[in-house]
């Protein structure tokens, strides 16, 4: 059966309802700690060194061999 127009949610009730229901959620959230987003950021930077560096040796390997077998 169809709903009476009283009964439909309008877009603006659907809208509030979801910031309500969002808001609720990020209530559950365990937030880290300045020190712990300190240390992750450090971690990913490191790691980003490391393969930036393995992957340029792996390149300047990679052309001098080609330019050895090819020039």
Do not use: H
């Not at 808001?23 to 450090?42: D, S």
Request: charged residues 20%; hydrophobic residues 55%; proline residues 3%.
């Amino acid at each position: 059966m169809a709903k009476s127009s009283a009964e439909k949610p309008t877009k603006m009730s659907s809208l509030m309802n979801f910031i309500r229901e969002a808001k609720a959620e990020l209530k559950k959230v365990t937030w880290p700690t300045r020190r712990q987003i300190w240390y992750w950021t450090l971690v990913v930077i490191v790691f980003t060194l490391c393969v930036s560096l393995y992957l340029g040796l792996v390149d300047f390997l990679l052309a001098w061999i080609f330019r050895a077998l090819l020039g």
